[in-house]
């Protein structure tokens, strides 16, 4: 199999703090993990890509400093959301590929809302 | 700028009826093709990939790629109402580092 776990699946935070999201492959080394963002209705978006061991690469418009991802092994890889305000509420999803595959699995998501 | 074009819908069918959705790509260099699906508030889960042209059957499913027309469809026999959920076709180009072009999605519904 090719699991992907997510933690938390929810969470409320008040604005101005911090939260942090882990995506784990359960079964399979990820060398590359992805990173997602889904507002409602609308498709998914990607963030940023992680490999192992290296910085992250972000898309245009996402904020590196506000969304700090560090894939620090080749099976967890973490998302914190800094200084959260109510417009970075979303669905966050991660996802992870084998190495040397193009095959993305998906991990649960996570639904964060700003107060 | 890679594209991945999907027809939004509603598409809808009524039970036992064969859906299709279809997608079409612009980077005439994408090797891999995937389709994902998912439910309402759920996450994508991988419900086939396919890499050659012609026809890749798996159970009720089967996707069918055409390089040339830069094409890629999924058929779903035998639709029952658990299929409702929206389908997003996902491309993989030369060399982009891994990451998956997504198209939009086609939202299906299946009729009791």
């Known amino acids: 199999g090719a699991v992907v776990s997510q933690h938390p699946s929810r969470v409320i935070c008040k604005s101005g703090t911090s939260v942090k999201i882990e995506c784990r492959s359960l079964?399979?080394?990820?060398?590359?993990m992805f990173w997602y963002r889904q507002f409602p209705k609308q498709s998914l978006m990607l963030m940023a890509t992680?490999?192992?061991?290296?910085?992250?690469?972000?898309e245009q418009g996402v904020e590196k400093d506000k969304f700090l991802i560090n894939h620090a092994s080749l099976t967890l890889s973490t998302l914190t959301v800094t200084s959260a305000h109510p417009e970075d509420s979303s669905f966050y999803i991660c996802?992870?590929?084998?190495?040397?595959?193009?095959?993305?699995?998906f991990g649960p998501g996570t639904r964060l809302t700003v107060l | 700028q890679k594209e991945v074009e999907q027809n939004s819908g509603p598409l809808s069918v009524p039970e036992g009826a064969i859906a299709s959705l279809n997608c079409t790509y612009s980077d005439r260099g994408s090797q891999s093709f995937f389709w994902y699906r998912q439910y309402s508030g759920k996450s994508p889960e991988l419900i086939m990939s396919i890499y050659s042209n012609g026809d890749k059957e798996d159970g009720r499913f089967t996707a069918q790629l055409n390089k040339a027309s830069q094409y890629v469809s999924l058929l779903i026999r035998d639709s029952q109402p658990s299929d409702s959920a929206t389908y997003l076709c996902a491309v993989h180009g030369e060399g982009s580092a891994r990451q998956l072009t997504f198209g939009s999605g086609t939202q299906l519904t299946v009729l009791p």
């Open positions: 079964d399979f080394q990820a060398t590359t």
């Open positions: 992680s490999n192992e061991g290296s910085k992250a690469t972000y």
């Open positions: 996802s992870a590929s084998r190495e040397g595959a193009d095959t993305q699995y």
